[in-house]
Nanobody, 129 residues
């Protein structure tokens, strides 16, 4: 079955760039209609959708994070990567990579974390000096 695994540093200094990689096994990130997202959960709050990269390689980001976010992929390694720049302590939380299947839906639907039915185990990221 398809599995997702996040990797990256657990501690990032303020103003630096957070970089996480999601390695996908058991299925290709280029398979039609699958969208690959990053989602986070700050302490004591709910899930927040960050952005996606589609099976075609197109991207879409949360408007509130768009100016600091970049998601890319390496199809040869079946991986996709999150970069979040200029981090602050408010970016601390558990970060998940996730997969959703969407055909003919509004983009607002694709920004709902609950619509992603497969997630990695998550990785804790702390922003602190």
């Amino acid at each position: 079955q398809v599995q997702l695994q996040e990797s990256g540093p657990g501690l990032v200094k303020p103003s630096q760039t957070l970089s996480l990689t999601c390695t996908v096994s058991g299925g290709s990130i280029t398979t039609n209609y699958y969208y690959w997202s990053w989602i986070r959960q700050p302490p004591g709050t709910g899930l927040e959708w960050i952005g996606y990269i589609s099976y075609r390689g197109s991207t879409y980001y949360s408007p509130s994070l768009k100016s600091r976010t970049s998601i890319s992929r390496d199809t040869s390694k079946n991986q996709f990567t999150l970069q979040l720049s200029s981090v602050t302590p408010e970016d601390t939380g558990v970060y998940y990579c996730a997969r959703g299947f969407f055909v003919g839906v509004a983009v607002e639907t694709m920004t709902d974390p609950s619509r992603y039915n497969l997630r990695g185990q998550g990785t804790q990221v702390t922003v602190s000096s």
